[in-house]
């Protein structure tokens, strides 16, 4: 094995198991410290850090005003919307649900794709429409129950809807160049409107003493550092070192990283439906990514491809169909 290859498997396995757990530390967190401060909190942090960061390593965080506007307000869309959506989801379902939801983005921006008149290819078309109907399957039958599980999946839902919507708009307007200089203030975006939104619903009175414990600490900060930061470098730097083929197997790696994280740690136990959902939904992604790699598969790349479901350039792109890095 050749040191090139060698560094392009650790930063994929870093990509695969840090956004992968990222559901698992969401989980954790939101046991007691409130959903949307903790999303807020976490993106601003890691928007200072790496501004920082980038700071130091004289990087210019200038950028025209008209790029900066956009990256905050897809900021908005996939880190408040969607990632903080998640955080709110999982206060009420398990995390493996919530990334089998989260699974069906890449999914959601091809029909986003259709519905705007792109052409897309058959076997894309069938897999969106076959990984749809798995999601139908992960959300039935409890999504039509009603309870505290329905209205957490309705949440998710929502959450990725909007991961998909921002992925789809992200490809279409003038964002930074720098992938991690966009990334800040997409993150300064996104977790502005998560702490304003946390504060006006009264998160701040549940920010008492007993809140405050040793494990939705640590996560917060294995969030802030490992998913927003160490993830989101691998991942920047593989769009850069890799086919982009390869790159995008997080799509479907990460959503199996978090089920059976889900279940060793948390003993979750999906049911039968929502597990014969989740093998169409990566099924479906599976092919789509080798499909769309296909054709746009290119030695180097600086953001992916358009065609590929993908978040904006410079946003921690778990997504990338993750909406929970």
């Known amino acids: 094995m ?10 994929l396995a870093i990509v695969y198991v840090v956004w992968g757990s990222t559901y698992l530390a969401i989980k954790l967190a939101v046991r007691t410290l409130p959903p949307l401060l903790t999303a807020g909190t976490r993106f601003l942090a ?3 850090f790496l501004g920082a960061v980038l700071t130091l390593a004289r990087r210019s965080l200038r950028v025209p005003a008209r790029q900066a506007l956009a990256a905050g307000g897809i900021g908005v869309a996939l880190l408040a919307g969607g990632v903080g959506l998640v955080h709110v989801a999982e ?7 919530a990334a089998m939801i989260a699974g069906s983005v890449p999914l959601q921006v091809v029909v986003w794709r259709m519905v705007a008149g792109e052409r897309v290819g058959r076997p894309t078309m069938v897999a969106a429409l076959v990984g ?37 708009a992200a490809s279409r307007l003038s964002l930074p160049t720098n992938a991690f200089v966009g990334a800040v203030y997409q993150m300064l975006g996104g977790g502005l ?28 900060v294995y969030l802030c550092l490992a998913g927003s930061v160490i993830g989101f470098s691998a991942y920047v730097w ?46 479906a992604v599976v092919v789509t990514a080798r499909y769309e790699g296909r054709r746009t598969d290119r030695p180097k790349s600086v953001t992916p491809e358009p065609s590929i479901p993908r978040p904006a350039s410079g946003a921690p792109r778990g997504t990338r169909g993750d909406p929970s890095a």
């Open 46 to 48: 890691a928007a200072l």
């Open 2 to 11: 050749t040191r090139r290859t060698l560094e392009l498997w650790v930063a």
């Open 91 to 97: 206060t009420r379902i398990d995390s493996g649900v």
């Open 193 to 220: 409107v998560l702490l304003v939104a946390g504060l006006a619903i009264g998160e701040a009175t549940e920010l008492d003493q007993a809140a405050f414990q040793a494990g939705p600490l640590a996560a917060w």
């Open 238 to 283: 593989l769009l850069d070192n890799a086919p982009i083929s390869q790159v995008v197997t997080h799509q479907y790696v990460n959503p199996l990283v978090a089920v059976v994280l889900g279940a060793l740690v948390l003993a979750e136990r999906p049911g039968p439906a929502a597990l014969a959902g989740a093998i169409l939904i990566v099924g």
């Open 132 to 168: 749809l109907g798995g999601l139908a399957l992960v959300v039935g039958p409890d999504g039509l129950s009603g309870g505290s599980a329905a209205v957490g999946l309705l949440v998710m839902l929502v959450a990725s809807i909007s991961w998909s919507r921002g992925s789809f």
